[in-house]
């Protein structure tokens, strides 16, 4: 049976609200939905193209702590809270991932946890690039 393992963040939210930022299991590494804030100073820009960025150095850091990588990617879901927001979004999974192009879904919904989250991605990853 393999080992679970717990990845964090440090972020406030995973301890007060009871989650990991990723789990390992087996092959692989299941990253939470992740949003735009800048956790060194912890703020949210309010532009959407600067938190998807953020989104995917968050993601990208936590895949290397969990001893994978971005280019192991498989599967990403991106939330947005508006239509318009689809393509700024979009044009930042493209230089992130197009080499990569993991099975994807992106999914405009009424809202985020809180009103300033414009984004946010999960994804799947392999644990090591096949």
């Given amino acids: 049976m ?3 393992r717990l990845i964090s963040t440090g972020s406030p939210f995973e301890t007060s609200y009871g989650y990991s930022r ?3 299991d087996g092959d692989y590494v299941f990253v939470a939905g992740t949003t735009g804030y800048d956790y060194a100073k912890m703020v949210m820009p309010e532009d959407v193209t600067a938190q998807t960025r953020n989104c995917f150095g968050t993601i990208a850091k936590v ?3 969990a001893g994978s990588s971005m280019e192991a990617i498989v599967r ?3 939330y947005v809270t508006d239509p318009s927001f689809q393509e700024p979004v979009l044009r930042v ?3 992130r991932l197009h080499s ?5 879904t992106i999914v ?3 809202g985020l946890f809180k009103p300033e989250m414009k984004v946010e991605i999960e994804v799947t990853a392999r644990m ?3």
């Fill in 76 to 78: 990403a879901t991106y």
């Fill in 128 to 130: 090591r690039a096949r």
């Fill in 93 to 95: 999974c493209g230089e």
């Fill in 2 to 4: 393999t080992e679970r």
């Fill in 108 to 110: 405009v919904v009424a």
């Fill in 22 to 24: 990723a789990v390992v």
């Fill in 63 to 65: 895949l290397t702590d």
């Fill in 100 to 104: 990569i192009r993991p099975a994807a």
